[in-house]
Every structure is written in structure tokens, then in C-alpha cells.
């Protein structure tokens, strides 16, 4: 069964750091692209982060770029999203995807149209 699971949201202070986790199962993530894409309430679904298969290409959103760093390990099957410096204005639901809008922001190769089910981040005081 092809699945993407997310872990390591929860609730951080400004200023704080967290490790987002996307486990795959049921195919290779090294063989695609995979991005990180999160929701706030009330607002659109927006891309944060993705990484290319081959050379590892990577994308950040303006708001993100410097402060959030995204990785995988391919022996663990795996994308990290590195998130530091974290503002009240990162708070969503992060979700984990392979899903072909990734071209949008210039990571390849595409693959499968999967999203993960999300993981709830959320940076107050």
C-alpha cells in the first residue's frame, strides 16, 4: 500500500525549532520528487519547501528560505523539513507530497499524485 505519513508537528515558541518527518511506504521516494505544502486556517494550501530527485534541487518559499531546511534520507525512505527560527505566521497543518504541482517549483522527477495526512505545527506564546 502507497502511503506517506507525516510526524513531528506540535506546539512551539517563537523562536523555537521542529522536525518534520515524512515516512514512505509502497514505493521509492528517491525516485521523485517530494514536497512539504501547509495550511493555515481560513487560508489556501501554499508550498514551502520540495527536493528533486538526482541532484537533490531544492525549493523555499520567500517566507521560509533561511530558516527551514528540507532533506531525505534515502536508506529510511524518508523527507525531513528542518524548521527554525519559527514565527506565529508558520502555524498550519503541514502535509508531505509527491503530487505533480511540484513542477510548479521546480523539483523533478514527478511521481505519483500522493499526499500525506498531515501534521499540525503550531508556533505561540
Known amino acids: 500500500q502507497v502511503q506517506l505519513v507525516e510526524s513531528g508537528g506540535g506546539l512551539v515558541q517563537p523562536g523555537g525549532s521542529l522536525r518534520l518527518s515524512c515516512a514512505a511506504s509502497?514505493?521509492?521516494?528517491?525516485?521523485?520528487?517530494i514536497g512539504w505544502f501547509r495550511q493555515a486556517p481560513g487560508k489556501e494550501r501554499e508550498g514551502v519547501s520540495c527536493?528533486?530527485?538526482?541532484?537533490?534541487?531544492?525549493y523555499y518559499a520567500a517566507s521560509v528560505k533561511g530558516r527551514f531546511t528540507i532533506s531525505r534520507d534515502n536508506a529510511k525512505n524518508t523527507v525531513y523539513l528542518q524548521m527554525n527560527g519559527l514565527k506565529p505566521v508558520d502555524t498550519g497543518v503541514y502535509y508531505c507530497?509527491?503530487?505533480?504541482?511540484?513542477?510548479?517549483?521546480?523539483?523533478?522527477?514527478?511521481?505519483?499524485?500522493?499526499w500525506g495526512q498531515g501534521t499540525q505545527v503550531s508556533v505561540s506564546s
Open positions: 527536493i528533486s530527485s538526482g541532484d537533490g534541487t531544492t
Open positions: 509502497g514505493f521509492t521516494l528517491d525516485s521523485y520528487a
Open positions: 507530497t509527491t503530487d505533480r504541482v511540484l513542477a510548479a517549483y521546480g523539483c523533478y522527477s514527478l511521481g505519483p499524485g500522493h
